[in-house]
């Protein structure tokens, strides 16, 4: 068996991640905040701003074919309408590295971080957002869409649905300490004045329809945005995929999870030209939500089962989009390479599996590049592909890395 001619390998990282100083976004000011519920700032992160040409080298030389990452709209627009140039001229070059190496960019515009300005028109719970955003992607589009053949307009927008189903609906605990003051609120308010990645009982988004409508009429506003001036471009979204599997006699309740998190979107996406999937472990479901973990499971660094199969399950059930999917993240958080390489490889069958099937499944992109800044959980969980040690950047090539190139040089896993 072999993968289908073109199948994108690659790997996945997201500007904030990797970047370094975001400084004009609202994770940023979150970080900074008395009583962050971030572990430690992102800082300079991995300096992937400045080292962007060794890392795309880099990703090339082991055999991959193909780099998504994100651009920042803190970036382009740093304030309320002013347009950064410096900014869009920066992701040119990363695009033109990225042509050079003969890689293909699978690019997202929002990966989870908005501009701080954005919260104080109420983020992603106003109905301005999905016109701004749709600005934004516009501007990008019009300056670099010669360059960028997919694009993947908002990170998991489904997020917040998921979240609800781990955390309950109290939603983060601790997100009730991140008064920002950036909003109406002010610093030291009880409660963010407005909603950002974070907020009282979200993630990226309330749980409320207004949120779910907000962030499906943004990613429907870009994508016409996109169509408009890049009509080359393929536009999709991506989801985080849960493999959501019933405990006995749970089958309508897990039935019911599947659609929150993933059918009640589907209005939103099927004129897209495809779909991202992003998937980790599976989700079981008992009455009372999420089950525990089965006893003796394998855990990662992130609490998450050792369940590679799951992206398998997912693949074969999101076909009822009806549309070509890429795997535009999965992965494991371990500091054991040999496990790494065994979630890829279990994870790769099934994707095999499923194309053998008729499965419509174009790319594989492993989370992640490089070791990064993993959001309130700091640096500690190792995602990379390629280490890096903080102090001085410099990269490390992890055999899970050799592996991956390997499988992509030969397209076919043996
Ligand atoms: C996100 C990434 C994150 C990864 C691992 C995904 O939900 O898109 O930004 O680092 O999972 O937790």
């Known amino acids: 068996m072999s993968f289908p001619p073109g199948f994108l390998w690659g790997s996945a990282t997201a500007a904030h991640q990797v970047e370094g100083n975001n400084i004009a976004s609202d994770f940023w000011a979150f970080e900074h905040t008395a009583n962050s519920i971030f572990s430690e700032p992102s800082g300079d992160a991995c300096d992937h701003y400045r080292l962007f040409r060794q890392d795309i080298a880099l990703l090339a030389e082991l055999g991959l074919n193909s780099y998504r990452f994100s651009i920042e709209w803190a970036r382009i627009e740093p304030e309320d309408g002013l347009v950064s140039r410096a900014a869009l001229a920066h992701y040119r070059e990363v695009l033109e590295a990225c042509h050079e190496a003969r890689v293909t960019p699978v690019v997202t515009l929002h990966h989870f971080t908005s501009p701080r300005w954005l919260t104080a028109l109420g983020s992603w719970d106003s109905p301005e957002t999905p016109e701004r955003f749709a600005a934004y992607s516009r501007t990008v589009m019009t300056e670099l869409g010669d360059l960028i053949p ?40 009880a409660e963010p004045a407005a909603h950002a990645f974070f907020s009282r009982k979200s993630f990226l988004t309330t749980y409320n329809e207004n949120a779910f409508d907000v962030v499906t009429r943004a990613h429907q506003a870009a994508r016409q945005a996109i169509r408009e001036v890049s009509p080359d471009t393929k536009v999709g979204i991506t989801l985080a995929v849960q493999d959501v599997q019933p405990l006995p006699g749970e089958e309508k309740t897990a039935q019911r999870v599947w659609a929150e998190q993933f059918e009640d979107f589907l209005p939103a996406i099927v004129e897209d030209d495809f779909l991202g999937v992003q998937n980790y472990s599976r989700i079981r479901v008992g009455p009372d939500g999420m089950a525990p973990l089965p006893e003796g499971a394998e855990v990662t660094q992130m609490g998450n089962e050792f369940y590679p199969q799951a992206l398998e399950n997912v693949l074969r059930r ?85 592996h991956l190139g390997e499988i992509a040089r030969r397209n076919a896993l043996r």
Not at 318 to 338: C, H, R
Not at 349 to 367: C, F, M, N, P, S
Request: charged residues 25%; negative net charge.
């Open 318 to 402: 999101a076909a009822s989009a009806g549309l070509p999917m890429i795997v535009t993240e999965n992965g494991i958080a371990t500091d054991d390479d040999t496990r790494r390489i065994d979630f890829t490889r279990l994870a790769l069958e099934g994707v095999e599996r499923a194309i053998a099937d008729g499965v419509d499944v174009r790319g594989y992109l492993h989370w992640s590049f490089l070791d990064n800044f993993e959001w309130m959980h700091g640096y500690t969980p190792t995602f990379g592909l390629v280490g890096v040690d903080r102090a001085t950047q410099r990269r490390t090539v992890k055999d899970s890395a050799r």
């Open 150 to 189: 997919y694009a993947c307009t908002i990170n998991e927008a489904n997020i917040s649905r998921v979240i609800r189903l781990i955390l309950g609906d109290d939603g983060p605990r601790s997100v009730q300490q991140a008064p920002v003051g950036l909003g109406t609120g002010g610093a030291g308010a």
